[in-house]
Structures are given as C-alpha cells and as structure tokens.
C-alpha cells in the first residue's frame, strides 16, 4: 500500500539534545513537507521540499533543520536552539504544481510523530 | 496577507443530522485551491475535499459538499447525515497559486456529533 509513514510515534528526549524524525513515503511525490501542531491550534510549516537536494523554509523554521537526499525520504532535526520543540508533528507529500494531470495537488499525511522534550 | 479564518471553534450535530463548517479565506491571487482535511484524535490528517477558484460548481465527494462563495471569499464543509465517527477535528487549508508548494491551514473546528 502506498503511503508516509513517520517513526516512532511518540519521543522523548531531554532538553539540549538534537533529534531526528523520520519521514518515508512510497507515492512518489515530488514535494514533502513537515508541519508543527500544537494543541488547539492549526498546522504551521517548518520546511517543504520540491525536489531531491533542494528544500525552503516554511513560517517556523528556527530550530529545525532537513535534508532531502532522497525523493523517498524528508527527516527533520528538532535542534536544541528551537525553545519550545514539544509538539506533534506531521509529514505530508503531494504531487508537484509541475505534473501533468492533477489539479488539487492535496497533501497526503503521514501519522504523526509526538515529541515531548523535559 | 493570505489567511484562513474557522470562527467555530466547537460544534455539536445531533446523528443523522447535516452540519455545516464555516470558512473564510484571504487571498490576492486568482488561482488558489481550498481543501478540507478531517483530523480524528489518533492525529492523522484525511482529505475530504477540494475547490479550485475557477470551478464553477460546489464539489460534492459522498457525504461531503464545499459550499463555494468566491464574492464572500467562504468555502463552507456540510456534511450531510452525520455519523458517529465524523467525531473529529476539521481543517479548511488554502494552497495559494499556480506552481506554488505553500499551504495555509485554519485553527481548525471540533465537530461532536451526539447520538
């Protein structure tokens, strides 16, 4: 089945220390994203991603950093200059503004990864 | 500034009922497409829905239609016959523009439906 997947679905770390979330999705899509949600509130973007080796900063950047080596795959790295980094967070892919055919380009989300930081 | 507005932020539907979720939008562009995405408590985001600006007529998928009114800059979700497991939180989304990756999300209305 195609799909994203994130691991683990809750993490815990301790404050000061770097972590890393994964993301892997097999619809091959061109574009990923990773979205921060806090309680009550909407999604806002951290990064997003159109092509392999190639990334942009979202509206909450600071703290986060990612890479995209592969087209599969979009980990992010919650740092520990982000001050508030507990949080739910999602990966989601969709097909590219540049591909033939589709005209909603919806995301497709992955489960979620809740980090908590002590 | 583009934005997403949900005014609800809780709504409760008797079963069986139909219920609508209100949103406004704003945006300068003429191009855009606005997307409804259903969020149960295990947190995953579903998509429901979508309107693009130049789609002359509401879409309908199942249970789900946009009510699109492009002067009044609202794309309003009716679920018709709620069910139990429409329980959830619920999000309008904007994707700005032709060619662009960027996705602006509203805070979102809990929806309870009552049995």
């Known amino acids: 089945d195609g799909g994203i997947t994130q691991s683990p679905k809750y993490l815990f770390r301790k404050e000061g220390q770097n972590v890393t979330l994964s993301c892997e999705q097999n619809l091959n899509h061109d574009a990923m994203y990773w979205y921060r949600q806090d309680p009550g509130q909407g999604l806002r973007l951290i990064y997003y991603?159109?092509?392999?080796?190639?990334?942009q900063k979202g509206d909450i950047a600071e703290g986060y950093s990612v890479s995209r080596e592969k087209k599969e795959s979009f980990p992010l790295t919650v740092t520990s200059a982000q001050k508030n980094p507990t949080a739910f967070y999602l990966c989601a892919s969709s097909i590219g503004p540049t591909s033939g055919g589709a005209t909603s380009y919806e995301q497709y989300f992955g489960p979620g990864t809740r980090l908590t930081v002590t | 500034a583009q934005k997403i507005t949900q005014t609800q932020p809780g709504m409760f539907v008797q079963e069986k009922e139909a219920v609508t979720l209100d949103c406004t939008y704003d945006?300068?562009?003429?191009?855009?497409?606005l997307f409804w995405y259903k969020q149960p408590s295990s947190g995953e985001m579903i998509f429901l829905i979508y309107q693009g600006s130049y789609d002359e007529q509401n879409a309908t998928e199942g249970r789900y239609s946009l009510n699109f009114q492009k002067a009044r800059k609202s794309a309003n979700l009716v679920i018709s016959a709620s069910q139990l497991g429409d329980s959830a939180m619920y999000f309008c989304?904007?994707?700005?523009?032709?060619?662009?990756?960027?996705?602006?999300f509203g805070t979102g209305t809990r929806l309870k439906v009552l049995a």
């Open positions: 991603s159109q092509i392999v080796n190639d990334f």
């Open positions: 945006t300068s562009d003429q191009s855009y497409g």
């Open positions: 989304a904007m994707r700005e523009g032709w060619g662009t990756y960027k996705y602006i």
